[in-house]
């Protein structure tokens, strides 16, 4: 095993999101003593009650604000003595990207490059030892496969939706700061994520709070687009894993080694739900309902994710059958989340956490 880095102090960016929250509660439990500084503006995707449990902890910090505010950044990285950014924070919707590009530059590329500069300055300040930035990205960088093959990392960038390249516009910065100034960054490009405090805008939480509420589940194009999933706990791991372990300049692909097409999943799911709701054999798969296809749309993703197993012993844990399930007991005595969610009501915890907004 490589050399490991043990960070003291990390700034974790959109640490209210899906992956950013399980990161923290996984990071937390592993890295005791290390401190946590989560900072966050708390856009739609972001909610605080992802973080309970947490909250309490005196290792942990919440700091609401915007990663494009360079002041704000300089002053977090200065007052804890940052040693690593681990880089969440990010629009993160395809769907969205395509109604509204324009945030996900402001925020993927522009807010990734304040994030960069702050981090270049503090590092070459020379106040903490040691130093690395972690930029959390996705397979989609490398846009779309045929029925074969895999991305590896020597993949080219050919990013296709506004989302994805803006976020293959922040790895080249990513990249761009190690060429440059040789600041020690690392590039993680991770496949599909499902798990617990998923917003129910992706795939996976969206057709089973739809089910749940008997409401129709929309298919985009023909669904046979192919995804390869992984669950969010094994890429909080791995995340950890690189951060330490891995060779500053280099970018790593994480996967779960598991395609599936869009509609075997979601006739799995409707499956296991007529099971745990006590609903006849078929009837969910009643809802699905075949919609016009997202523009640009992806056909294939999948990950070689042979280096992290390689070069950091890192591989997946959960195996999709017990993640999944997994997934929708979480979903099934987690309602009252659900419903905040979708009805905006989270927002009222924020206010008695920490005020008004
Ligand atoms: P998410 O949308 O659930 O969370 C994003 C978080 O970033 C939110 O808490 C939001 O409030 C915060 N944020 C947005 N703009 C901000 C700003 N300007 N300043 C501070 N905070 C801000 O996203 P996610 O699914 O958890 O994804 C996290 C990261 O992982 C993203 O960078 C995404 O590109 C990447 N990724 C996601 C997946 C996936 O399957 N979801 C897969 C691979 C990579
Ligand atoms: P999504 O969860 O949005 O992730 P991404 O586009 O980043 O891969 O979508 C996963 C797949 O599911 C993608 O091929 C689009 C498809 N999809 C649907 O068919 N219906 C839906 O309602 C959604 C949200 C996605």
């Given at each position: 095993?490589?050399e490991?880095?043990?960070?003291?102090?990390?700034l974790?960016?959109?640490?209210?999101?899906?992956?950013?929250?399980?990161f923290?509660?996984?990071?937390?439990s592993?890295?005791?003593?290390?401190?946590?500084?989560n900072?966050?503006?708390?856009?739609?995707?972001?909610?605080?009650?992802?973080?309970k449990?947490?909250?309490e902890?005196?290792?942990?910090r919440?700091?609401?604000?915007?990663?494009?505010?360079?002041?704000l950044?300089?002053?977090l990285?200065?007052?804890?003595?940052?040693?690593?950014?681990?880089?969440?924070?990010?629009?993160?919707?395809?769907?969205r990207?395509?109604?509204?590009?324009?945030?996900?530059v402001?925020?993927?590329?522009?807010?990734?490059?304040?994030?960069?500069?702050?981090s270049?300055?503090?590092?070459?300040?020379?106040?903490?030892?040691?130093?690395?930035?972690?930029?959390v990205?996705?397979?989609?960088?490398?846009?779309?496969?045929?029925?074969?093959?895999?991305?590896?990392?020597?993949?080219?960038l050919?990013?296709?939706?506004?989302?994805?390249?803006?976020?293959?516009?922040?790895?080249?910065?990513?990249?761009?700061?190690?060429e440059?100034?040789?600041?020690?960054?690392?590039?993680?490009?991770?496949?599909?994520?499902?798990?617990?405090?998923?917003?129910p805008?992706?795939?996976?939480?969206?057709?089973?709070?739809n089910?749940i509420?008997?409401r129709?589940?929309?298919?985009?194009?023909?669904g046979?687009?192919?995804?390869?999933?992984?669950h969010?706990?094994?890429?909080?791991?791995?995340?950890e894993?690189?951060?330490?372990g891995?060779?500053?300049?280099?970018?790593?692909?994480?996967?779960?080694n598991?395609?599936?097409?869009?509609?075997?999943?979601?006739?799995l799911?409707?499956?296991?739900?007529?099971?745990?709701?006590?609903?006849?054999?078929?009837?969910?798969?009643?809802?699905?309902?075949?919609v016009?296809?997202?523009?640009?749309?992806?056909?294939?993703?999948?990950i070689d994710?042979?280096?992290?197993?390689?070069?950091?012993?890192?591989?997946?844990?959960y195996?999709?059958?017990k993640?999944?399930?997994?997934t929708?007991?979480?979903?099934?005595?987690?309602?009252?989340?659900?419903?905040?969610?979708?009805?905006?009501?989270?927002?009222?915890?924020?206010?008695?956490?920490?005020g008004?907004?």
């Open positions: 095993m490589p490991q880095f043990a960070p003291q102090s990390v974790v960016t959109g640490g209210a999101g899906f992956i950013g929250s399980n923290i509660h996984s990071f937390i592993r890295n005791p003593g290390c401190r946590v500084v900072l966050d503006i708390l856009t739609y995707a972001g909610n605080l009650e992802n973080l449990g947490v909250e902890n005196p290792d942990y919440f700091v609401r604000g915007d990663i494009g505010d360079a002041g950044v300089s002053r990285l200065a007052e804890f003595r940052i040693d690593a950014v681990v880089h969440f924070a990010a629009e993160s919707h395809v769907d990207s395509i109604t509204g590009p324009e945030i996900f402001r925020t993927n590329v522009l807010g990734t490059q304040v994030l960069l500069e702050e270049r300055r503090h590092w070459q300040a020379g106040v903490v030892p040691a130093f690395r930035f972690l930029q990205s996705t397979d989609e960088v490398y846009g779309s496969l045929g029925d074969t093959g895999f991305f590896t990392e020597e993949t080219p050919a990013a296709n939706s506004p989302y994805s390249a803006s976020k293959a516009g922040a790895d080249l910065l990513v990249r761009a700061y190690y440059t100034f040789g600041m020690p960054t690392l590039n993680t490009r991770c496949s599909n994520n499902y798990g617990p405090y998923h917003f805008e992706k795939l996976i939480p969206l057709m089973i709070s089910i509420g008997r129709p589940l929309p298919v985009y194009g023909d046979l687009n192919v995804r390869d999933w992984l969010v706990k094994d890429h909080s791991i791995a995340i894993t690189v951060l330490k891995g060779k500053p300049g280099q970018v790593f692909n994480i996967g779960g598991n395609e599936w097409k869009n509609i075997d999943i979601v006739n799911v409707c499956d296991l739900l007529d099971g745990k709701l006590g609903r006849q054999p078929g009837e969910n798969r009643k809802l699905i309902t075949f016009k296809d997202r523009p640009g749309h992806d056909r294939r993703y999948a994710a042979s280096k992290m197993r390689r070069e950091l012993g890192w591989e997946p844990s195996t999709f059958e993640g999944i399930a997994e929708i007991d979480w979903y099934l005595a987690n309602q009252e989340w659900v419903e905040h969610v979708t009805s905006g009501g989270y927002r009222e915890y924020y206010e008695k956490q920490y008004e907004r």
